[in-house]
Nanobody, 123 residues
Framework: VQLVESGGKLVQVGESLKLSCTVS????????VGWFRQAPGKEREGISC??????DYTKSFEGRFTMSIGDANDVVFLQMDSLKPEARGTYSC???????????????????WGKGTTVIVSS
């Protein structure tokens, strides 16, 4: 099973960007999947996750960041709107089996990670 993120690039302040996370060798059906960001010099933090309980967001990202899933349940997206310079970082997706975690927004609870995709927001 592999996770591959894509869509990261250099954008201008205020622009939008949509990231993708594609899973191969499995689907997201039996897993919780989350989006995470690691800003330069900072710890990785949870943005959003999707589980059998639905979507969950870290409060600071709610409203401008929207997670969704593709019809075949093998790709998840992160729509990021009104981007600010502080959104710069490496964005990764990760999965964990349903029932094998406490908080799918907590990086330490996730099992398998993609390599990430880099977003830079230029002012």
């Amino acid at each position: 099973v592999q996770l591959v993120e894509s869509g990261g690039k250099l954008v201008q302040v205020g622009e939008s960007l949509k990231l993708s996370c594609t899973v191969s060798g499995d689907t997201f059906n039996d897993n919780a999947v989350g989006w995470f960001r690691q800003a330069p010099g900072k710890e990785r933090e949870g943005i959003s996750c999707l589980s059998t309980s639905g979507y969950d967001y870290t409060k600071s990202f709610e409203g401008r960041f929207t997670m969704s899933i593709g019809d075949a349940n093998d790709v998840v997206f992160l729509q990021m709107d009104s981007l600010k310079p502080e959104a710069r970082g490496t964005y990764s997706c990760a999965i964990v089996g349903e029932g094998d975690y406490s908080d799918c927004l907590y990086p330490g609870d996730m099992d398998l990670w993609g390599k990430g995709t880099t977003v830079i927001v230029s002012s």
